[in-house]
């Protein structure tokens, strides 16, 4: 089991910057792929960003290249999504999630293993 605590979550406006971030409790020995999902109301849930366990590799979604950057810091068990230049489109309710077993590139629904509770990020025009 993998817990997590995410925290930065809020009001920006658009143009401005956020940081997420997520710091994972899980089974020791176990090495996580981390990333981020997120949600907006009355729409599917999609893929942000994710990072390999060792932050050597990272995957963004279409909507955020160029704007959003995931990182982590392994001796905090934390994993960081950089904001810029957020857009209310952005608006929604990100989901820290965790996974060890799938291919590092593949970041569907079906392979993650571990979901947090969600922080919600609103953005003003």
């Known amino acids: 089991q993998v817990n997590f605590v995410e925290s930065g979550g809020g009001l920006v406006q658009a143009g401005g910057s956020l940081r997420l971030s997520c710091a994972a409790s899980?089974?020791?020995?176990?090495?996580?792929?981390m990333g981020w999902f997120r949600q907006a109301p009355g729409r599917e849930r999609e893929f942000v960003a994710g990072i390999s366990w060792n932050g050597a590799a990272t995957y963004y979604g279409d909507s955020v290249k160029g704007r959003f950057t995931i990182a982590r810091d392994n001796g905090k068990n934390t994993v960081y999504l950089q904001m810029n230049d957020p857009k209310p489109e952005d608006t929604a309710v990100y989901y820290c999630v965790a996974k060890a077993l799938s291919p590092p590139e593949l970041w569907t629904l079906a392979a993650v293993d571990y979901w947090g509770q969600g922080t919600q990020v609103t953005v003003s025009s």
């Open positions: 899980g089974r020791p020995g176990t090495t996580y792929a």
